[in-house]
């Protein structure tokens, strides 16, 4: 398990010289072997991180180490670094390495960090549970019987069980968020474009975004500091300055904050995670912020314009999975059609295939109106009215998921059950805006409970300021009771 | 949406996958069951809504024309399981 808050409470134990950078980096591969079966590795890279650790220590001794020296990191199997293997959790993609890293990947390690591992997701980024990779599910440390959420269950289950100090994963509807909510973490989903995504497997192109799973706000901030700004590489990624995010200076004023009224009352939203959010409610009226229950518009068509403009979107992205000029190939194609054909039939999984089905459908030229342009529309409504929301508050707050951690097998049957797990999440990928899960509580069977807070583009640091002062107080209040 | 084994085998062939009898038969049921699902955005009236297409708030995005650092021709040829010195494999077309 964790032993630490932050990672500032790491650089104390190396500047003191109780710990060394190769000590670190050593407990993190005992932990991560002792482990193995959780399965949130798909590989270790242990003489690499060993040998690395050994030349920061060095630098630290000259005093020529970076901001992040110490931070032992996991990356979640869908970025590229260079020279290293990656399947973003697929078949499809065995024996692919990278022919260049990541730029969120490199950033930090352009600040002295050690890439300790790939890990295990669902395929391609798609599921909530982790049951979909290539290469089997992933574990929930806390109950071997649970789900640690998905897509970026391997990178959640890695932190929590100490065999890194943070993972970087990406977020296309929710798959950092869920997975930290239910493995008791940070999860942050940056504003669309703040961090680059060149290097990133693509799934959804509008909806992806680069973000890390950490136990403590302080590193969250640190790492978007880090990783976010203007690449050449990616031309979408915004050129707005960055603030320093990982400062948590801006809590000078009372806020106005929305809280969504149905999952104060909603049978489907399990009983604990209801009274952690009437705490949060009573809580931030106790502080003298202006506190609203209310509706979000259009939630009810959140999940339906997702899956419609994701799966369209994936059908086209993952159409360069052909066999031909990376991954997987068929050999006993007899033509071309056939290479495709075969190589994405049996390299893709049943899940990824529904999706590239659907997609495919929907962009179909009989359906692309009804469907794809159709969903265009109803996303534009939803990110008017989430504008209009951040127009007035500062802050809206709702349930990470409807429930804990669920049991493996209880969704993998029923594929809408499962969709409707994501409820809560897609609304911020939907919009583009930031959104942040916080570990505020345990059900009464011991399982994380994770709530989410967003705030409106761009406004990451009020985001981690706030969130970063009532996890501290969260956190004394949980040491006043021992 | 009624979905038929010819639209899920057109579909299937459109997205170049190959589906056994059998998964034929799951994808149709699977289909037919989400895409129901999804009609339910036609209760909204989106009339004179104009699609949102673009995420990203950044407009004309330029750069000075100049070298960069690309891969080489051997880098890009490193993953492919079939290829010679200079090109992709792939079977006789014509």
Known sequence: MNNFGSFSELRNVISSGKASVENLVADCLIRAKENIGLNAFLEIFEEESIKKAKEIDEKIGQKKSGRLAGLVVGIKDVFCYENHFLTGGSRILSGFKSQFTATAISRLIDEDAIVIGRQNCDEFAMGSSNENSGFGPVKNFIDKNRVPGGSSGGSAVAVQSGACHVSIASDTGGSIRQPAAFCGLVGLKPTYSRVSRHGLIAYGSSFDCVGPLTNSVEDAGLLLEIMSGADGFDSTCSRKPIDNYSLFNENDRKYKIGFLRTAFDSEGIQQEIRTELQKAFSFFQSQGHEVVAMDLPLLDYVLPTYYVLTTSEASSNLSRYDGIRFGARAVDAKDLEEVFKLSRSEGFGPEVQKRIMLGTFALSADYHEAYFTKAQKVRRLIQNSAKALFNNFDFFIMPTTPTTAFNVGEKSKDPLSMYLADIFTVWANLAGVPAINLPVGFDNEGLPIGIQVHSGFFEEKKLLSFSKSWMDFINASKENQL | ?94
């Open chain 2, 1 to 94: 949406m009624k979905i038929d084994k010819n639209t899920v085998d057109k579909i299937a062939h459109l997205a170049r996958l190959k589906l056994s009898d059998a998964e034929t038969e799951k994808m149709q049921s699977n289909m037919e069951q989400i895409l129901s699902w999804m009609e339910k955005l036609n209760e909204l009236d989106t009339t004179g809504v104009e699609p949102l297409t673009h995420m990203s708030q950044e407009v004309n995005v330029f750069r000075e024309d100049v070298v960069g650092s690309h891969l080489s021709k051997e880098k890009a040829l490193e993953n492919a399981t079939f290829k010679d010195e200079n090109f992709f494999r792939v079977p006789k077309i014509i």
